[in-house]
């Protein structure tokens, strides 16, 4: 079973219904998720907020947010999370936020830099990754990356 059918079988399972906020994956997360059968008794909608006015006026990022640590923070993707939850009803959220390249990096930030965040059962856990490899892979790592976190935040709840 692959990790997409293995969260797509306990969402199912446990009726927990999920939604999420994408920037740089731009719907990757939400695809895969609407790749596992009878899915949509839990899975009700999902956010594509590519630039920070969507961020904000979709999810109500804050624009301090935005402006002190960046699109590219945890304090970003922990406040995309909190919005997809809150605005969709969902139990649980995700949040995917980060530079994919070639272009956009910075020396503190470079190409590869990823923030997730996840809201589950009122808490949100964010992190910071970092994956090697060209766009593509970069996207792919990504949400790989936060369907593993969304099976750790239900399992360890």
């Not at 947010?65 to 959220?93: H, P, Q, W």
């Not at 949100?124 to 090697?132: E, K, R, W």
Request: with cysteine; glycine share 10%; charged share 25%.
């Amino acid at each position: 079973m692959s990790e997409i059918q293995k969260l797509g079988a306990i969402l199912k399972e446990k009726k927990i219904r999920i939604s999420g906020a994408e920037s740089c994956t731009g719907g990757m997360v939400a695809a895969e998720i609407t790749s596992v059968d009878g899915i949509s008794a839990v899975f009700n909608e999902s956010f594509v907020t590519y630039s920070n006015d969507s961020k904000h006026k979709n999810l109500g990022v804050s624009l301090e947010t935005l402006e002190k640590f960046g699109a590219v923070s945890e304090e970003c993707a922990r406040e995309m999370a909190e919005g997809a939850a809150e605005r969709s009803g969902a139990d649980i959220a995700f949040s995917v936020t980060g530079i994919a390249g070639p272009t956009g990096g910075t020396k503190e930030k470079p190409v590869g830099t990823v923030c997730f965040g996840v809201f589950f059962k009122g808490k949100t856990v964010s992190t910071t990754a970092h994956f090697d490899g060209d766009r593509e892979q970069v996207r792919k790592s990504s949400a790989d990356f936060v369907i593993d976190m969304m099976i750790s935040a239900i399992e360890n709840s």
